[in-house]
């Protein structure tokens, strides 16, 4: 994509002056794509947002990317089907966003986008699907953008703060793929993923995960670029300057390439606890917690019933009889 001449707030002033159907995003979500998309508004020819209700957002974005060719919406609402636009650049498409059907249907076998933005349901199994469904429909130098994660701390939408399953806890993860050739260990990016691909039901390639540019976070929202694997996105140290009167062994180091120590024998590493765990100790103890629950209930209705009461006396003889005999 080139670059265009920067217009810092031309979103924002869209969004102010926008008349048509209605769009419904954070303040802050309007400064972040500003800054984000500046430089590259011109030159976006596709985009993709899941989740689109009154189908404002896609009108904003026809007016925001002048050459875009496929402004791409998918809603679960029937009543989407409704909705008409007169650009014809936009369409919508009606259904679960989750199904490897949409996501062929979308795509019309080739399509790959500049920009995908995850505005759909907001549960955190959702997310996740999405992303594994839909990153790999990004194009390398694309941004992937999900809105609303501050859900994933809510029972509502299966998150909570530490629950290792949520939208954001994966997202999380995600950051240690970006710095996976540092880990010093044999470990693929995958297998840090293996208990929320096995939950979830994931399909992810390892190679996609291996094209994580980079992964940023603001108040309720997460941009993930792609990049292509091989790119290295570190690069060379560069020492610059002239003076190194404090320590000048680094200026040996000017571009070297970073080099990781192993960690097989990393104590700290091996403290490491299994996800899958930790999820079948919280399934267990819910299980557990249950039939406790259950048993308590049936011992109310037993000692509240009249056989109980009228036995009571003979439960007295019996305990009686039994410390009495231990004292023989
Ligand atoms: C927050 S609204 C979208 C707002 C819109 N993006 C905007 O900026 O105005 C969320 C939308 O996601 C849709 N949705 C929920 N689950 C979905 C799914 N599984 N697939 C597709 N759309 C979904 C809902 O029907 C709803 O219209």
């Known amino acids: 994509m080139k670059s265009t001449p920067q217009t810092p ?27 984000l998309f500046q430089e590259i508004y011109g030159s976006v020819e596709s985009i993709l947002e899941i989740g689109i209700q009154n189908g404002g957002s896609l009108e904003i974005w026809s007016s925001y990317f002048p050459v875009a060719r496929k402004i791409f919406g998918i809603d679960i609402n029937p009543k989407c ?42 549960v955190s199994s959702d997310i996740i699907r999405t992303f594994a469904l839909y990153f790999p429909k990004l194009k390398s130098g694309g941004t992937y953008i999900i809105e609303d994660l501050h859900a994933s701390y809510w029972e509502s939408h299966q998150g909570a703060l530490n ?76 020492i610059f300057g002239k003076d190194a009167s404090i320590d000048d062994s680094v200026i040996s180091f000017n571009h070297s390439t970073s080099a990781t120590p192993t960690q097989y024998t990393n104590s700290l590493f091996n403290l490491f606890v299994d996800d899958e765990l930790i999820l079948k100790f919280a399934q267990n103890t819910a299980e557990l917690t249950t039939k406790i629950e259950n048993i308590e209930d049936e011992l109310r209705v037993i000692k509240s019933s009249a056989s109980w009461r009228y036995t009571k006396k ?4 019996r305990y009686l009889m039994s410390k009495f005999s231990q004292k023989k």
């Open 163 to 238: 629950y290792n399953f949520s939208s954001i806890e994966f997202l999380k993860k995600l950051v240690d793929v970006v710095n996976f050739s540092h880990w010093g260990t044999d470990m693929s990016p995958s297998e840090i993923l293996q208990s929320f691909i096995n939950l979830y039901n994931l399909d992810l390639e390892p190679d996609l995960l291996l094209s994580i540019g980079s992964v940023y976070f603001q108040d309720s929202i997460c941009v993930i670029t792609k990049s292509s694997p091989a790119e290295n996105p570190l690069g060379v140290r560069r």
């Open 314 to 317: 003979l439960r007295q003889i």
């Open 81 to 122: 089907k409704l909705l008409k636009f007169k650009d014809e650049r936009i369409k919508v498409f009606v259904g679960d966003a989750n199904t490897r059907e949409m996501v062929n249907m979308i795509s019309e076998g080739s399509t790959f986008f500049d920009i995908i933005i995850d505005d759909g349901s907001h």
């Open 9 to 35: 707030n031309r979103l924002q002033n869209l969004c102010d002056e926008h008349i048509g159907k209605v769009s419904d995003k954070w303040e802050s979500y309007i400064d972040i794509y500003d800054e």
